[in-house]
């Protein structure tokens, strides 16, 4: 008889950092999980190819034009896990895929493990730790995509937007590799410049992907920050994506996004900060 198919129980939940609360969404269906009450991640039970969350739309948009073929077997490090959304989404289109979700919150990958229909191992594997040690830990040239979403509240933890966070981060992509990082931010974007910032002195190419108005500061939200040492575009297949999107996206590459950050990033403590 196959096993029943996971389901998550409505409601809170005790996590080790605080509370998880699953609720139903009436609007676009699935599960929506909040993480101390912040948004954290959309699971649609039926269909692993539906992101609800743009910024993830944005993420997924970057890696499939970089990695069209999708017999591709992607190395991906995803840093900061929730419901893992993302890392199921590439699952479902890159079957060869290998993936490690680094998640702090111990209690927090039990219950997703629990509630949602994840790949297993060797497919998925969610690995409790701190992201930054996990990182500094790995083989070098072991990864070809690295995405950071992780979040303390509604704040990427400092030590995961340092120059040598950045550079930990390199050591383990391959050459060529992706970067992906997750910045939420408010109209302010003094978060989203000190995180171009470090990604374009580390990386070759650096560029930024949100909607005009959160580029303009005229609201809060989220900007992807993509960082390679192979060239970035965007492509004219990116671009196009990226616009036909429900909530369109520009982009800003090149000497506009180093620009953008120059002179804001941020470096460990005993290195002081610039």
Not at 144 to 167: C, K, M, N, Y
Request: glycine share 8%; charged share 25%; hydrophobic share 40%.
């Amino acid at each position: 008889m196959a096993k029943p198919r996971p389901a998550p129980v409505p409601g809170s939940h005790p996590i080790d950092s605080g509370t998880a609360e699953v609720v139903a969404d009436p609007i676009s269906g699935g599960w929506l999980l909040l993480i101390n009450g912040t948004h954290s991640s959309h699971i649609h039970p039926d269909d692993p190819s539906a992101l609800d969350f743009e910024y993830l739309r944005q993420m997924a948009a970057v890696i499939d034009d970089r990695y069209p073929d999708t017999s591709t077997p992607l190395r991906v490090l995803h840093l900061g896990g929730a419901a893992c959304a993302l890392p199921r989404n590439l699952a479902d289109r890159y079957p060869r895929a290998r993936q490690v979700a680094v998640e702090i919150d111990a209690e927090l990958a039990r219950l997703v493990r629990e509630w949602f229909d994840l790949p297993r191992a060797p497919l998925l594997r969610i690995r409790v730790g701190d992201a930054r040690a996990v990182t500094e830990s790995l083989t070098e040239g072991s990864r070809d995509v690295v995405i950071r979403d992780a979040f303390a509240d509604a704040r990427t933890p400092s030590h995961l937007t340092t120059v040598e966070f950045v550079q930990a981060v390199k050591r383990v992509l391959a050459p060529g590799g992706l970067y992906l990082a997750n910045c939420g931010d408010a109209r302010t974007l003094d978060l989203v410049r000190a995180d171009a910032a470090a990604v374009a002195e580390v990386f070759a190419n650096v560029m930024l992907i949100a909607d005009p108005a959160m580029l303009k500061g005229r609201r809060t939200g989220n900007v992807v920050v993509v960082g390679s040492d192979d060239d970035l575009g965007p492509s004219s297949t990116l671009v196009r994506t990226l616009l036909s999107d429900p909530l369109p996206a520009r982009t800003i590459a090149g000497s506009e996004a180093r620009a953008f950050g120059r002179g804001k990033q941020l470096r460990d403590p005993e290195q002081g900060v610039r």
